[in-house]
């Protein structure tokens, strides 16, 4: 007899649990699915390239009707979830109740969007759906958009309506771009590039209000120096948040997000959490690579299976065409830590690497990006790096050859460098 599964979200954490399952246990489970959105799993990841309109919507579906179909999926598309029955052990659904014998909330996150005035506007939004992705592609060329936060969401944002033909400001409150994934010299070249394809960056930059016109709708940002810039739409990219609202009804145990052990079990045994809506030993989760590992653990365990979610390190890559950077690990200065730069203007290349008791723990890289994933096991293996110390910022190709005769000096108008920063 199979079990009742309820799954309360279909994003791409909950769409990797269900390949798990039914690949390993097919008749294991009588599965249904909620969703809020009116479809089924996509690549939230691609949303950027169908904004730049280099790629369909229907190409970055990963799930569609025929897949639930083959596999017996019922789904509850276009359906809230309203409560949870723990007594009962139902999903009540704004169409009707679904039992379940085990239930897995994979509610996800939502936008943060900070009590601005003005932030409620006609013509503010967030950046988390196709229907967003819709709204920015409907701006047409020669309209203004404002973005509010440039880190990989927002930049993302501004490149894709930019390739659009929309004028785009990005407002940053730090001091450079992409502030937690990137130091100032990879900021910069990455702010020349993006300021090259149009679009305008406004940085230390503090916003204040959002300005309405007479018809109440969102006209303008105004900065607080007093400085307005004038838009026909407001995009929010400052944070997301673990959408925990479903399980603190449910009076389940919810700190940032809804709390979960090793096995993504919450405070109740027969409930388990997933994705972005998880805080997992204080930790909460933005990126889609701890996701995945906590949809195989998951799996294992609806299987009653041994496994166990860690939290490994991960790397950040911008989907900018043009664009390449690469960023993992820790890269902030301290004591007993040295710095391996390379830098060269022209080509629009930099790579900073810091290494800390001889092992790489941190790497910033932009123009060249092919070797970041070797950089990135390096970093997550706490590989000992004295005897590549040399040529380790050129990378894997470097390591089993012999090393490099002393490179002639540079010509003086060729800003190009490497320095060893102790």
């Known amino acids: 007899m199979p079990q009742r599964l309820v799954i309360v979200g279909a994003g791409m954490a909950s769409g990797r649990l269900l390949e798990h399952l039914l690949a390993q246990a097919p008749e294991a489970f009588d599965i249904t699915l909620f969703n809020a959105e009116p479809r089924g799993t996509y690549n939230r990841l691609m949303l950027s390239p169908v904004l730049a309109g280099e790629i369909s919507y229907d190409e970055i579906v990963t799930h569609d009707d025929a897949w639930y179909a083959h596999h017996n999926v019922t ?6 979830v309203i409560a949870i029955d723990r007594e009962g052990k139902r999903v009540i659904g704004t169409k009707g109740a679904v039992p379940y014998d085990r239930l897995v909330i994979a509610t996800g996150s939502a936008p943060y969007i900070p009590p601005l005035p003005g932030h409620d506007l006609p013509g503010v939004i967030a950046y988390r759906d196709v229907e967003d992705t819709d709204r920015m592609i409907g701006l047409g060329a020669g309209s203004k958009a404002v973005v509010i936060g440039g880190g990989l969401l927002g930049l993302e944002a501004a490149a894709g309506m930019a390739a ?8 940053q409150r730090a001091g450079h771009l992409m502030n937690r994934q990137l130091d100032a010299p990879a900021a910069d070249l990455l702010q020349q590039a993006l300021e090259a394809r149009g679009i305008t960056v406004v940085c230390n930059a503090q916003s204040q209000e959002i300005l309405a016109d007479a018809a109440g709708q969102a006209r303008a940002l105004r900065l607080a120096d007093g400085s307005e810039l004038p838009c026909d739409l407001v995009l ?10 479903l399980a603190r009804e449910a009076g389940l ?6 709390c979960v052990d090793d096995q993504l079990l919450t405070s109740d045994p027969s409930i388990y959490a997933l994705g972005e809506c998880v805080e997992h030993r204080g930790a909460v989760f933005g990126l889609v690579a701890p996701l995945f590992d906590q949809a195989k653990v998951l799996a294992q365990t609806l299987r009653d299976l041994p496994g166990c979610f860690v939290n490994k390190d991960v790397s950040t890559k911008l989907k900018v065409t043009g664009c390449d950077l690469f960023s993992a690990g820790d890269f902030s200065e301290a004591e007993r ?10 080509a629009g290349v930099y790579k900073r690497l810091v290494i800390e008791n001889n092992r790489l723990i941190g790497a910033v890289i932009y123009g060249d990006t092919q070797d970041g994933g070797w950089f990135f096991n390096l970093i997550r293996d706490g590989v000992d790096v004295s005897a ?30 490497m320095e060893v920063l102790a």
Do not use: H, N
Not at 253 to 258: E, L
């Open 253 to 258: 145990r919810v700190g940032q997000g809804v």
């Open 388 to 417: 590549l110390r040399d040529t380790l910022i050129f990378g894997p190709a470097y390591q089993d050859a012999p090393k490099p005769e002393p490179a002639a000096p540079a010509p003086v108008d060729v800003p190009v460098f």
């Open 75 to 80: 789904c509850r598309f276009g359906e809230w």
């Open 337 to 346: 830590r040295e710095s391996i730069v390379f830098s060269d203007l022209r």
């Open 236 to 245: 929010m990219a400052v944070g997301i948040v673990p959408s925990v609202g």
């Open 164 to 171: 659009r033909g929309v004028e785009v400001t990005v407002v």
